[in-house]
């Protein structure tokens, strides 16, 4: 079991960045796939970041070439860092880890365990 816990989401203008950090805990052995996901209110999760088998990383368009994902595998926290903040960006923001990484990484039934969120905010 991994227990993750999301933090650094707060208010921002748009242009400006937040980091975000998903502290992971527990069964940390074992070798997980790992995402951020974010989501609106009255929509689905969406995926914006994965970590590939080979350790990179993929965005989806929405977000490319302004998010960037890290991950400090000594303290054990994933990192999300965000540039060039829009308004619609704004959305709870979640890490994610699954034990069956074989699946599309986008999707959230590919993962297991879930933190409780984040909220992010960018004001026009």
């Known amino acids: 079991q991994v227990h993750l816990v999301e933090s650094g989401g707060g208010s921002v203008e748009a242009g400006g960045s937040l980091t975000l950090s998903c502290t992971i805990s527990g069964d940390t052995d074992s070798n997980y796939c790992m995402a951020w996901f974010r989501q609106v209110p009255k929509k689905g999760r969406e995926g914006i970041g994965i970590i590939l088998r080979d350790g990179s990383y993929d965005y989806a368009d929405s977000v490319k070439g302004r998010f960037t994902i890290s991950k400090d595998n000594t303290k054990r926290i994933l990192y999300l860092q965000m540039n060039s903040l829009k308004p619609d960006d704004t959305a709870e923001y979640y890490c994610?880890?699954?034990?069956?990484?074989?699946?599309?990484?986008?999707?959230?039934?590919?993962?297991?365990?879930w933190g409780q969120g984040t909220q992010v905010t960018v004001s026009s």
């Open positions: 994610a880890a699954g034990l069956d990484c074989s699946g599309d990484l986008y999707k959230t039934w590919t993962y297991n365990y």
